[in-house]
């Protein structure tokens, strides 16, 4: 009788070690969405609504929280050059595991603008541990004419992507 009960007693703390291990680390771990960058038009018009995109190339997983910030500025004409005027950010929260769609911002074209540079900002907390994948520098490579979004910080609490794209006026 004993023997029956160590026997089952090692059979369940087997039983119980192959469930512990069998889900690794790395399913629990939260990543942010990486871009592919922003779908928006490449000119406008003055006084157009204007929608952009900020397309993902892979949801993230296991996010609680996302915050993100839009902000755009435009340069017009002056009599001595250029003059320039920026907006007053725009900001959308989200619960990501819940509503991962592209993020998207609108806004009007001011009638006296001759380009328009929107800028993205996304700020993500994780639900589970994430990675300290990127150190805080901006690794982006593209232009703003072409627009990107580039992860900037990534660590087991939160992560943070920025990018930015130019419209030009005709």
């Known amino acids: ?12 703390c087997m039983g119980l070690g192959a469930l512990a291990t069998s889900c690794s680390e790395s399913d629990t771990h939260s990543y942010m969405p990486l871009f592919e960058g922003f779908e928006a038009p490449q000119t406008a018009s003055p006084c157009d609504s204007v929608t952009v995109f900020a397309r ?7 996010i609680y929280h996302a915050r993100y910030k ?7 004409a002056t009599q001595n050059g250029t003059g320039r005027v ?9 619960c990501y595991d819940v509503e991962p769609e592209d993020p ?14 929107v800028t993205f900002v996304g700020d993500y907390q994780y639900s589970a ?24 910080t990534s660590n087991v609490t939160g992560g943070q ?3 930015s794209v130019r419209i030009n006026i005709r």
Not at 70 to 76: A, V
Not at 86 to 94: K, N
Not at 129 to 152: F, K, L
């Open 1 to 12: 009788m004993k023997k029956t009960y160590l026997s089952f007693a090692a059979a369940v």
């Open 129 to 152: 541990q994430g990675d300290n994948r990127y150190d805080g520098s901006d690794t982006s490579s593209g232009t703003v004419a072409n627009g990107y979004i580039r992860p900037v």
């Open 70 to 76: 839009w902000s755009y500025y435009y340069d017009y």
């Open 86 to 94: 920026e907006c007053d950010p725009t900001y959308q929260d989200v």
């Open 161 to 163: 992507s920025k990018g």
């Open 56 to 62: 993902q190339s892979k949801k993230g997983e296991l």
């Open 104 to 117: 998207q911002f609108r806004f009007y074209v001011p009638d006296s603008a001759t380009s328009v540079v």
